[in-house]
């Protein structure tokens, strides 16, 4: 294995990491994006604009990367559409079911010690490592 293929993955966690602080130290809030994305609606005015700006900022980093790197690392999925829009409702209604996402439970939850977020991320890690297993080794999907 090259080393030098792991470097955008490790930049991407770190800057996941950053963005995790950042929100906790100036805002006081945990970065879980379900919870975020979810808080926007209904309107509340005194708490949409710094939700608003989080998710702005997270569509905005593959375009800020490209400029200040130069090249975005290639993702590709080999799966249908169908399967791939399937497994992000499942993601919804999975957030909903945990009361957080892997953001939240994963990258904050953990961090902080939590025994529910590290229960919450153990379950919904071995639920998709045995939903990739059924689909690929059992469906063949």
């Known amino acids: 294995m090259d080393i030098s293929s792991l470097i955008p993955a490790l930049e991407g966690g770190i800057l996941i990491g950053l963005a995790a602080i950042g929100l906790m130290l100036f805002n006081g809030r945990i970065a879980g994006i379900s919870g975020i994305v979810g808080g926007i609606f209904p309107f509340k005015s005194n708490d949409t604009g710094w939700r608003v700006t989080f998710l702005v900022g997270l569509v905005l980093s593959p375009f ?37 996402c892997t953001s939240g439970h994963g990258v904050c939850g953990i961090s902080r010690l939590s025994i529910r977020s590290i229960t919450a991320t153990l379950i919904f890690m071995a639920t998709a490592a045995l939903t990739v297993f059924l689909i690929r080794h059992v469906l063949g999907a």
């Open 64 to 100: 800020l990367y490209r400029i200040f790197i130069g090249q975005i690392p290639e993702i590709t999925f080999d799966i249908s559409l169908p399967l791939l829009a399937l497994g992000g409702v499942l993601v919804g209604v999975g957030t909903q079911l945990g009361s957080g």
